[in-house]
């Protein structure tokens, strides 16, 4: 028994250090396509264990460059697709070009979007109070069939989060949407992976509030464009400094990427 334990334990680690990934500034990131990256999910749903799921954007890699926690957080993900385009071009500044942009939303809407046929359960975590209540309502209008068994907003204590997670135990949600913003909820699931009664769980960052229609994304012509940032800019010019984090995160991967793969 021992040993077959060991077996598995180096044949799980081979198949980590297998992964057709690319290191950018010190993240791993995943060659997939948004199907790729789909079925990898319905894959994980069939092991009787927790996958983290991460979608890395170039604020969230520069904030793990600077922060090794965070850094390890990520690279322990079961998956990590590159959420904002800037990650793709780092990609192809280091030469090797990921196949395209993942976005979080995307590959969420895509789960979705089969859920009902599948009959996978699903849990909402996340946004303000009452938030997930309403993205709930909002995709049970969307999606009929979909089973949304639990919800909980984003507000919580250490010891709500017990009586939280007690209750995601006994509903045994096969999917967690964990909607916390960045690092928050990277931390969050990395570090209950253990306590969770759950195969998949997703760090989606604010795809809640698109869901409850409390927001909306860019159109489509900015996202094909890879522009959603520009777009964000338009809505919202206070998050300036937020957006100057794409030209230093463009220098730093010129500047360090290489040093850092």
């Known amino acids: 028994m021992v040993i077959l334990l060991m077996v598995k334990k180096l044949l799980r680690e081979m198949g980590e250090n297998m992964r057709d990934s690319i290191d950018i500034l010190g993240t791993r990131i995943d060659f997939v396509t948004l199907a790729e990256a789909e079925q990898k999910v319905w894959n994980f749903l069939k092991e009787d264990k927790l996958h983290m799921v991460f979608t890395p954007n170039s604020e969230m890699i520069m904030a793990a460059l600077k922060d090794d926690d965070l850094k390890k957080v990520l690279n322990a993900g079961d998956l990590n697709t590159a959420d904002g385009i800037g990650v793709v071009y780092a990609s192809k500044i280091l030469g090797k ?116 229609g409390k927001a909306q994304r860019a159109p489509e012509v900015f996202q094909k464009l890879g522009l959603e940032w520009f777009y964000r800019l338009i809505k919202e010019p206070w998050r300036y400094k937020r957006m100057m984090a794409l030209p230093k995160f463009a220098v730093t991967v010129m500047l360090k990427g290489k040093r850092c793969r």
């Open 97 to 212: 070009p990921l196949k395209e942009r993942v976005a979080g939303f995307d590959l969420a809407k895509r789960i979705l979007a089969k859920l009902p046929q599948k009959k996978y359960t699903l849990y909402l975590l996340g946004g303000i109070p009452g938030i997930a209540e309403t993205a709930k309502e909002k995709l049970q209008q969307e999606y009929p069939g979909i089973q949304i068994i639990g919800t909980h907003d984003g507000y919580f204590d250490e010891k709500e989060e017990q009586r939280m997670i007690e209750e995601i135990n006994k509903l045994k949600p096969d999917i967690i949407f964990v909607c916390l913003g960045m690092s928050k909820q990277e931390r969050w699931i990395y570090n209950n992976r253990n306590k969770l009664n759950a195969r998949v769980c997703m760090g989606i960052g604010g795809s809640l509030d698109v869901f409850a």
